[in-house]
């Protein structure tokens, strides 16, 4: 209830277990990735060697993500009215810039992770 | 304010951002299939009743007349009357919303959003429990509170009936047809 007076918001949580889920992937998916960096670009030796897994598990938890989030909706079929820009989404929707976030972000992983196991 | 139905992916974010609860989630098991379901809907005073002449439902079968119904810009009607001889009172006029449903004589806790948060808490768990026992799908996905009090155990028990619910739910709302 201190929470609800702090947040000033009175009602339950809409959201539940699987958006929990999700931050705590879309979290674990970012440390990884900040792991796997460690060695290339701040220049840990130490932690050159698990730079390829780390990157790769990063994008195997963020692969979890869409999962969660499209069966979390009330209607799941409709998930891609998220990334119709012309016609039905808003910019000013905090969830479109998520939903891009989401699928880029991924792609700019696996660029990164063919760098990692290339250029070695 | 109104709603495209056809537009709503039902992600509850509006839910989330409504500072009155006004705002739902329309049930799966409607009596009538063809009315929208799982999109988040409001109340919108019987929009169909009004533009052809009738009053709101809520209004029309208030046994008090409790209700007033009508239009506040129109001088002559009763609901300005109303507003013009009472002393009136919006729900949280704090946040600056302005909300056009009036209260007269709105006093005491009834107005306190804290009291009104545990007497619908209240209302809701006895709901959400009913449903959940009378049927065999178990009520909604996970998010829905069970519980009231939250203590370590209420909280992994909370978790572990919502992940069955969850699973047990998700291939129901996926393969279920496109509406």
Request: with cysteine.
């Amino acid at each position: 209830m201190e929470g609800h007076i702090i947040a000033n918001v009175y009602h339950h949580e809409y959201w539940g277990f699987p958006i929990a889920l999700y931050f705590w992937l879309v979290g674990g998916s970012a440390g990884s990735f900040v792991i796997s960096t460690l060695g290339w670009v701040f220049g840990v030796k130490k932690y050159k060697p698990v730079a390829f897994f780390a990157s790769n598990f990063a994008t195997v938890l963020l692969l979890i993500v869409p999962v969660l989030l499209i069966t979390d909706l009330g209607k799941p079929w409709r998930f891609f009215h998220l990334l119709m820009i012309p016609s039905f989404s808003h910019w000013s929707a905090p969830m479109v810039w998520g939903s891009w976030f989401i699928l880029t972000y991924p792609v700019g992983m696996v660029i990164y992770s063919y760098f990692v196991y290339y250029k070695n | 304010m109104l709603q495209r139905y056809n537009r709503c992916i039902g992600c509850r974010t509006c839910m989330v951002a409504c500072p009155y609860n006004a705002r739902h989630l329309l049930t799966p098991h409607r009596r009538d299939r063809r009315n929208p379901r799982d999109v988040a809907d409001k109340c919108d005073f019987c929009i169909v009743r009004v533009t052809r002449g009738l009053a709101p439902l809520c209004v029309a079968s208030c046994t008090g007349g409790a209700m007033i119904f009508g239009d506040r810009n129109d001088p002559d009607s009763e609901v300005a009357k109303m507003i013009k001889n009472n002393k009136t009172f919006t729900l949280r006029p704090e946040m600056g919303n302005e909300p056009q449903v009036y209260y007269i004589g709105l006093d005491g806790p009834i107005a306190d959003p804290e009291f009104a948060f545990h007497q619908r808490a209240e209302e809701v768990h006895r709901r959400e429990n009913t449903f959940k026992r009378d049927n065999e799908l178990g009520g909604d996905m996970a998010g829905d509170i069970i519980d009231t009090e939250m203590d370590f155990w209420g909280l992994m028990r909370h978790i572990g009936r919502n992940f069955k619910t969850f699973f047990g739910a998700a291939p129901h709302k996926i393969f279920r047809g496109p509406y």
